[in-house]
Each structure stands twice: as structure tokens, then as C-alpha cells.
């Protein structure tokens, strides 16, 4: 209810105002300019925005049961849903307002099974489709390809993974901008304007980062996984080391917040060792409701305050 009634949330505006545009413009192409493809065929053939609204949304919900479903203990299902909603700024909340990307994770959910089975000829087709959504989803294949493994973690994979953490804490963020800019200019144009200023982290948010990777890590070795806890706790890992890159987490983090959700949860069914258990939990939780809490009230998220639904008069 909470998507399929909104009517002001973030860019919802925008997509409404685009929608209409893609009706009334008969040269297919030429609105394809302003949007990916797919989201914009998807515009073309529904006849109505509530509807878009609709089918998002379900859409949406279908996903993150799935994933819930494949990932997460029926056992624990609660806790999955707490994290869920105490991290609504790169959850529902997000999914509910970011129209295109929401679109875009949302079949990218539906890739875990295959990723961890090294399906990739399905996972590449799958991540194709969502790109025609919104380009960012390209990023997916790369990392799901070399980061997905469904093994134990080795001690040498381990110290790799923390030296890279070292790497990205002390590296500016503006360095890393210089080199990827080029590439972005090249073959997203569209999302420049993100590369323009940006900032590095907080020292709350490196440290939290710090303590949900060792954490992880931790749990990666010395605990005894299966094959998709093991996919789905290395690509958790992304989530986390996310906060060391700054302002250019915002991507990153919302395409594997789900990720990082479904290994907290087995983390919290499966580790024997009860002062750890709970104080990973309770540190992710006081971890994610902050930075919603952050992200609302910061500036960033803004738009979030003035939701509104077609109820509201």
C-alpha cells in the first residue's frame, strides 16, 4: 500500500511528468534519449502512471520476497524484515521513489541462485535487461563475476580483502573520480553530474564500515557456510566497503544493502558464539538506522518528508 499509493516521493514528479511526454511524443527514439530503453518502452505500452506505479511496486515486492525466500531462514524472516525497514533509505523507501533503479535491483535480485550456481550466461542476459532500466546495473556483472564466489574464504583471500580496505580508507575520493571520469563521461553522460563534487567519508561512517567488514570477514572463515551464504556474504562485503569510497557509496550501497541484510541474518542463525551474535546485530542495526536517519534529515533524502499518497488531501 505504502508504494501503490504514493504520489509525491522524491522524483515521482519527474517520472510523471515523463511518462506523459512518452505518450504524447510519437518518435520512440527521441524520448529514449532522456531515459534508458527499457523504462522507457515500459512508459509506452502501460496506459496509465498509476498503473506504472502498480507494476513497479509489485514488482518490487515480488523481488525482495524472492530474495527473502532463497537467502534468509523462514526462522529469522522477522529480523530480515526489521533490517529492511530501519534501512528504508537504500530499501522500500528508496525503491519507492528511485523508479528506474528500483526496476533495475529489482531483477537483479533474481540473479542470486544463478550467481552462486555460475550460471553467468543467465546472470549476463538477466543484467542486460535491467541495464535497458537504468545503466548503473551494468557495474552488477564485473563484481557479481569476480567477487560472487560460493567457497569457503582462505586465509589469503581474507588478508586481501582487508588490504584493499586499507587501500580505499586512506585513498581520496577525488583521486578516484579523476580516473573514472573519463569513462563515465564516455558512456554515461547522464550520470556525470554525480562525478561533480564529491566527498569522502565520515569518520562514523569508515568505522562502521570497518567493523561490519571484520565482522563479515570474520564470519566468512571461520564459520561453516553454504554455497549461497558464501556468495551472498562476499557480495555484502560491497555494502560495507562502500562507505570508504563517500559520496560515491550511494550506487553501490543500494544495489547490495539487500545482500548485506540477508548475511546479517544468517550470521545471527549461525554463529555459536552469543556475545558476537548479538553485539553484530545490534551494531548493524544502530549502523543502518543512522544512516537513514542521516539520509533524511541531511539533505540528501528530503524529498522522503513530504511523501504523500493519493489518500491525502
Known amino acids: 500500500m505504502f508504494g501503490v499509493l504514493r504520489t509525491e ?4 514528479i519527474i517520472y510523471e511528468n515523463f511518462f506523459y511526454w512518452v505518450k504524447n511524443t510519437p518518435d520512440f527514439f527521441s524520448v529514449n534519449e532522456r531515459m534508458e530503453m527499457g523504462f522507457t518502452f515500459l512508459n509506452r505500452v502501460l496506459p496509465s502512471f498509476r498503473l506504472l506505479i502498480v507494476v513497479t511496486t509489485l514488482l518490487t515486492c515480488t523481488a525482495y520476497f524472492f530474495f527473502f525466500y532463497k537467502t534468509i531462514p523462514p526462522k529469522y524472516s522477522w529480523l530480515g524484515i526489521t533490517f529492511l525497514f530501519i534501512g528504508g533509505d537504500k530499501t522500500f523507501y528508496f525503491m519507492f521513489s528511485g523508479v528506474r533503479n528500483a526496476i533495475a535491483i529489482s531483477i537483479l535480485l533474481m540473479t542470486i541462485t544463478l550467481i552462486t550456481d555460475r550460471r553467468w550466461l543467465k546472470v549476463l542476459i538477466i543484467s542486460i535487461v535491467a541495464w535497458t532500466f537504468h545503466s548503473s546495473a551494468i557495474m552488477f556483472i564485473p563484481l557479481a563475476l569476480l567477487i560472487g564466489r560460493n567457497v569457503s574464504m582462505t586465509r589469503r583471500e581474507s588478508i586481501i580483502w582487508i588490504l584493499i580496505m586499507i587501500v580505499l580508507i586512506i585513498t581520496p575520493v577525488n583521486s578516484i573520480i579523476i580516473r573514472i571520469n573519463p569513462f563515465v563521461s564516455s558512456y ?55 562507505y570508504f569510497i563517500g559520496s560515491l557509496n550511494v550506487r553501490v550501497s543500494q544495489y547490495f544493502v539487500l545482500l548485506f541484510i540477508a548475511f546479517s541474518v544468517n550470521l545471527y542463525s549461525k554463529e555459536k558464539d552469543q556475545f558476537l551474535k548479538y553485539a553484530y546485530v545490534a551494531f548493524s542495526i544502530l549502523f543502518v538506522a543512522y544512516a537513514f536517519y542521516v539520509g533524511s534529515f541531511s539533505g540528501i533524502y528530503s524529498p522522503f518528508i513530504s511523501y504523500k499518497t493519493s489518500l491525502d488531501f
Do not use: P
Not at 9 to 12: G, H
Not at 230 to 239: H, K, S, V
Open 9 to 12: 516521493c522524491s522524483d515521482y
Open 188 to 242: 554515461f553522460e547522464r550520470y556525470e553530474g554525480y562525478f561533480v563534487e564529491q566527498r569522502d567519508s565520515g569518520t562514523l561512517a569508515i568505522f562502521g564500515g570497518v567493523i561490519l567488514s571484520v565482522f563479515t570477514i570474520y564470519h566468512l572463515r571461520k564459520t561453516q557456510l553454504n554455497a549461497i551464504e558464501n556468495t551472498i556474504g562476499r557480495l555484502a562485503l560491497l555494502f560495507n566497503y562502500s
